[in-house]
Nanobody
Framework: QVQLVESGGGLVQPGGSLTLSCVAS????????MNWYRQAPGKQRELVAT???????NYADSVKGRFTISRDNAKNTVYLQMNSLKPEDTAVYYC???????????????WGQGTQVTVSS
């Protein structure tokens, strides 16, 4: 089992920067991808960024060029560096991890509790 805890959210002015962190604990075997999602009030959760075990990355078009996802396996931590923040980026940001195991259950998804990011002047 895996537990995820996000941190680093807060209030920032438009154009500012924040770095979010997600620390994982528990069994770290068979990790497939690590992801950041976000959810604004009244909206569905949106995939923001993903990183694979091979360190390939993908980003939503809305954040491409502004956000960077990375990880430090020694610290069991995934990061989301957010630059040039806009009011439209305001949301609760969630860390997500999925695993693919050689035995049942083959596929599992884990979620953190979320951290609030508010971009406002």
């Amino acid at each position: 089992q895996v537990q995820l805890v996000e941190s680093g959210g807060g209030l920032v002015q438009p154009g500012g920067s924040l770095t979010l962190s997600c620390v994982a604990s528990g069994s770290m075997a068979n990790i497939h991808t690590m992801n950041w999602y976000r959810q604004a009030p009244g909206k569905q959760r949106e995939l923001v960024a993903t990183i694979t075990n091979g360190d390939s990355t993908n980003y939503a078009d809305s954040v491409k060029g502004r956000f960077t996802i990375s990880r430090d396996n020694a610290k069991n931590t995934v990061y989301l560096q957010m630059n040039s923040l806009k009011p439209e980026d305001t949301a609760v940001y969630y860390c997500n991890l999925d695993t693919i195991a050689p035995v049942p259950p083959h596929y599992q998804i884990y979620w953190g509790q979320g951290t609030q990011v508010t971009v406002s002047s």
